[in-house]
């Protein structure tokens, strides 16, 4: 019985006629066109900046009731970065199984992950599910409308940004069949599977919000980020090429401006928590001296 879930499993994942055959193409697939690219995020920056300027204009300051809608998103984050990882990693698996016989001499199934043979198009199993990937980051940019709408006073920028460079990626991974993605995917959706669960355990209270958690998840997801890039870099070189490279430089351009934000941001919110902690102690002490200086005590 357990052996029949498996292979049935295994079916959904990577060996459905679907996945097997998937082909990007402006013809075939939903969103794949440049034009599409550019409209989506120009939309979704407008929508953003237009519903906080409307917050502002009716003067709203208190956060607008969402009840249980973020809890949901989060869950079907959560579920969808699973099913994701599980999909390309099975995928990956026989994709490996399948083509070894091109690729075995020159490449070992790491560095195939990490680079592509040259010629490599946007079809079968793994692109499949970086489609699916790509299509996941349309629901991913609700988090900042339900970010604007629980603080009207502040605009998310650097969230506004990171969705829309991470939509671009996902797009240029397809477009050019990039190496590395793969990789990229496997990191990125394990990470959203975690950080996305913890958030729904935290709205709907079975865990106390605990900023360090996501703040260590997206540190690593940087680290294996940047080592993908250059385990990418050293196998062009070192193997004869790998497909992809002009957008491999796209990629590394975007990622850098990902990098510089997260570590301003994270920078700020260390100097803000420390600044915030020195002088909670400062009262603290003055406090304490003051019980000690008191005509009551003396």
């Known amino acids: 019985m357990t052996i029949k879930y498996i292979q049935d499993l295994n079916f959904w994942l990577s060996e459905h006629p679907s996945i097997v055959y998937f082909r990007w193409s402006p013809t075939e697939s939903w969103g794949a066109t440049w034009s599409f690219l550019i409209t989506s995020i120009s939309a979704y920056i407008t929508i953003s900046a237009t519903l906080h300027i409307l917050l502002l204009l009716f003067r709203r300051r208190k956060p607008v009731p969402l009840g249980s809608i973020p809890a949901l998103h989060s869950l079907a984050m959560a579920v969808l970065s699973a099913v994701i990882f599980s999909g390309i ?102 990470v959203f599977a975690l950080v996305y669960g913890y958030r729904f355990c935290t709205e709907i209270g ?62 700020k919110k260390c100097l803000s928590e420390r600044d915030f902690a020195a002088a909670e102690a400062k009262v603290k002490a003055s406090e304490i001296s003051y019980k000690l200086l008191s005509p009551n005590r003396l």
């Open 206 to 267: 079975l865990q106390k919000s605990y900023f360090p958690f996501v703040m260590f998840c997206q540190i690593i997801l940087v680290v294996t980020n940047l080592a993908w890039h250059l385990g990418v870099l050293v196998l062009h070189f070192w193997k004869g090429g790998c497909h992809g490279m002009g957008a491999w430089v796209f990629n590394t351009v975007l990622n850098s401006f990902v990098l510089l934000f997260v570590l301003n941001f994270y920078v």
């Open 89 to 190: 990693l099975s995928s990956s698996v026989a994709e490996i199984r399948d083509t070894r016989w091109f690729w075995r001499r020159s490449k070992t199934p790491f560095q195939w992950l990490l680079c592509f043979p040259l010629g490599t198009r946007p079809s079968g199993r793994v692109f499949f599910w970086s489609y699916i990937f790509y299509l996941s980051r349309f629901l991913h940019i609700f988090r900042t409308i339900f970010t604007i709408l629980r603080n009207p006073q502040k605009f998310p920028g650097f969230q506004v940004l990171n969705h829309s460079i991470l939509i671009c990626m996902s797009f240029v991974w397809l477009e050019f069949s990039q190496s590395f993605q793969v990789l990229a995917i496997l990191s990125m959706t394990l």
